[in-house]
């Protein structure tokens, strides 16, 4: 299987908005949290968020077709990614698109030594994900509702391969 990870770009809303609405959809059916939801989200907001300053966003394409995206915000002075509202729409969820754009995605910023996220802990799929490719849970929780819990995660660049690499 051959993923594209293509760089975001304007004409590229509709399709993003419409993968992050279908990816969502069933965790905002599943655990109410109006506040926090990207399903919640309009196209206008999605699209600022892509958009701002210090963020880059990521279209993943399987044969053609888009089939998730992700967003990113990069601190160069802090030499960290954070990744954010990572969807795949749902009947390609599960055959391992997320983990090779996330990992082709870290490929393209080979200065950043610490990357994070956040997921939900009831989503033990999400969790082995992160868990699979190298994040870390921090031991910060959020509840956000009483059926949902954000967990927290980092992934730090191992300094032994830094140094074999530069």
């Known amino acids: ?24 959809k069933p965790l ?27 963020t880059a966003g990521y279209l993943f394409v399987l044969n053609g077709a888009a089939v998730g995206a992700v967003r990113i ?7 960290s990614g954070r990744v954010s509202a990572l969807c795949v729409l749902p009947q390609y969820q599960g055959r391992g698109i997320a983990q090779k754009a996330l990992l082709e995605i ?3 910023y080979p200065a950043v030594e610490k990357w994070s996220l956040d997921t939900i802990l009831e989503e033990a799929g999400n969790c082995h994900l992160y868990e699979k490719i190298g994040y870390r ?11 949902m819990t954000l967990v927290f995660y ?4 191992d300094s032994r391969l830094s140094r074999q690499e530069a």
Request: hydrophobic letters at 25%.
């Open 1 to 24: 299987m051959e993923i594209e990870v293509l760089s975001f770009k304007k004409s590229d809303i509709d399709a993003v908005y419409e993968i992050q609405r279908a990816a969502y």
């Open 28 to 54: 905002y059916e599943k655990y109410h949290d109006d506040s926090s939801n990207p399903y919640m989200e309009s196209k206008e907001t999605v699209l600022r968020k892509y958009t701002r300053e210090g």
């Open 73 to 79: 915000n990069i601190n160069e002075q802090y030499r």
């Open 106 to 108: 870290e490929r393209l």
């Open 137 to 147: 849970k921090t031991g910060k929780t959020e509840a956000i509702n009483e059926k």
């Open 154 to 157: 980092e992934k730090k660049k």
